[in-house]
């Protein structure tokens, strides 16, 4: 019979490095709750409520409803939506649908009302104030 003649394959040696990750932090994040009631208008990203530019988005009621913005190294959001009470907007003619001879509506901030500037949250909540908040080992 046959003999077996093992080789063994060279192998060449080399090194590796581990890297430490952290499995916790501090997570620098933002509290709101749902505080203001009325007509949610978006902004352009200017701070200033433009009739033709920023459009009405929905009415909020202020639910109360507490929501975070957060992550590692969040830093707070400008504002982006202006609330007014639904007394101070109006139903302005836009033009007409051409199939259909029935006016479009848009809704707009009455002439004179300061509107609130707000953060619109997922679209379904708004607040006037967000709180910084720490929440450690959070994930």
Not at 47 to 57: A, F, L, N, T
């Amino acid at each position: 019979m046959g003999e077996f003649i093992m080789k063994k394959l060279y192998v060449k040696p080399m090194m590796q490095g581990e890297q430490f990750v952290a499995d916790e932090y501090v997570s620098a994040c933002y509290q709101g709750y749902c505080d203001i009631s009325g007509a949610v208008f978006t902004d352009d990203g200017d701070g200033v409520y433009e009739p033709e530019v920023d459009k009405y988005k929905y009415t909020n009621t202020a639910c109360e409803n507490e929501y975070w913005v957060e992550g590692l190294g969040v830093t707070l959001p400008e504002k982006n939506a202006f609330v007014v009470s639904t007394s101070d907007t109006e139903q302005v003619v836009v033009g007409h649908t051409p199939i259909i001879p029935f006016p479009i509506y848009e809704t707009r901030i009455k002439s004179g009302v300061t509107p609130t500037r707000v953060w619109n949250f997922d679209d379904h909540h708004v607040t006037t104030t967000m709180n910084p908040q720490s929440r450690s080992n959070h994930s």
